[in-house]
């Protein structure tokens, strides 16, 4: 990845990012969705609970789950103390299921070893159990304002598209990704705040993936990506899309779908009725061990199975 494309040096690269933050920033305070963990209304642990949901997950479907959770339970404390059928019951819908978890797992450690507050720490939260370098990155930024390069799947393709005039191809982030994305990081503690909302929600709003709104984007004068003509576009993926219709992961979801919805006074499917959630038995049999394996579920004598208790 060269970060000079376009401007001939990395003086260049600078003197791009100094005319694109004001335009981004303005077109921030203008367009930014206003959701429920934004603009100071929640706790670090709200920001935390945002981030490990809509990982892998569109932000329209985190926001009413986000919400009833926060409302059943505000703080670490009150989800550690949570049983893990109600944890699961709760996640939903939301995918990938030992999120939820690994959620707890880290409010247990929060309540336990923190006094119920988050870490103020990069070191301290990515040492918690489900948080890495996105998340921690995340929290340092938006729930206690520090100044760190948040780099997410949305960040990268914008600021490579904009400094390197490139597609950002998935994967794990490149050191030249990083490198990029610290060099343009505003210096100032609440610029740079500004900054990580503010490329991010327009990678996920105009910038997108396949098809950018480039007439509608507050930067466009100066993106080499749209200048060079938009080489490449939408080839990002280093392996394709795996599908979703037939899978271990569709499997696994219907039947913890059947067993959130058991009538009132149930909390097991018998094995006879597990049997026609899906017709490939062998299938359906390795999904249900490897719920179990995770924790997401309990077996019990006979073939039934139930969500777990504590």
């Not at 893990?84 to 996640?91: E, L, N």
């Not at 740079?192 to 105009?206: D, F």
Request: charged share 25%; aromatic share 6%; proline share 6%.
């Amino acid at each position: 990845m060269d970060i000079s494309v376009g401007e001939g040096t990395a003086s260049g690269t600078a003197a791009r990012a100094a005319r694109v933050r004001p335009r981004l920033a303005a077109w921030w305070e203008a367009n930014a969705r206003d959701l429920p963990w934004r603009f100071g209304r929640t706790t670090p642990w709200g920001v935390l609970v945002s981030e490990v949901m809509s990982q892998q997950t569109q932000m329209s479907r985190v926001v009413p789950y986000w919400t009833a959770w926060m409302e059943r339970w505000p703080d670490a404390a009150a989800l550690a103390d949570a049983p893990k059928s109600d944890v699961i019951t709760m996640w939903g819908r939301l995918g990938y299921p030992r999120r939820a978890l690994r959620l707890q797992e880290c409010a247990r450690v929060v309540a336990a070893e923190c006094g119920d507050g988050l870490p103020h720490g990069y070191d301290a939260l990515t040492a918690l159990p489900g948080v890495g370098d996105y998340t921690a990155s995340a929290v340092m930024s938006f729930a206690y304002g520090e100044r760190i390069a948040v780099i997410d799947t949305n960040i990268r393709r914008v600021l490579s598209r904009v400094f390197a005039g490139e597609e950002s191809r998935g994967g794990a982030a490149s050191p030249a990704e990083r490198a990029l994305a610290a060099g343009v990081l505003p210096r100032d503690a609440a610029r740079s705040v500004t900054w990580n909302q503010s490329v991010m929600e327009l990678g996920a709003l105009v910038c997108t993936a396949k098809s950018p709104l480039c007439d509608h984007c507050p930067v466009r004068d100066d993106c080499a990506f749209l200048a060079a003509g938009r080489p490449g576009l939408g080839q990002r993926r280093t392996r394709p899309r795996q599908r979703f219709q037939g899978t271990d992961r569709q499997v696994r979801g219907i039947v913890l779908d059947a067993l959130r919805r058991l009538p009132e006074g149930e909390n097991a499917l018998e094995r006879a009725t597990i049997e026609t959630l899906w017709k490939d038995h062998a299938q359906l049999d390795r999904c249900v061990a490897g719920l179990d394996e995770d924790g997401l579920i309990e077996m019990l004598p006979g073939g039934s199975v139930r969500l777990p208790l504590d």
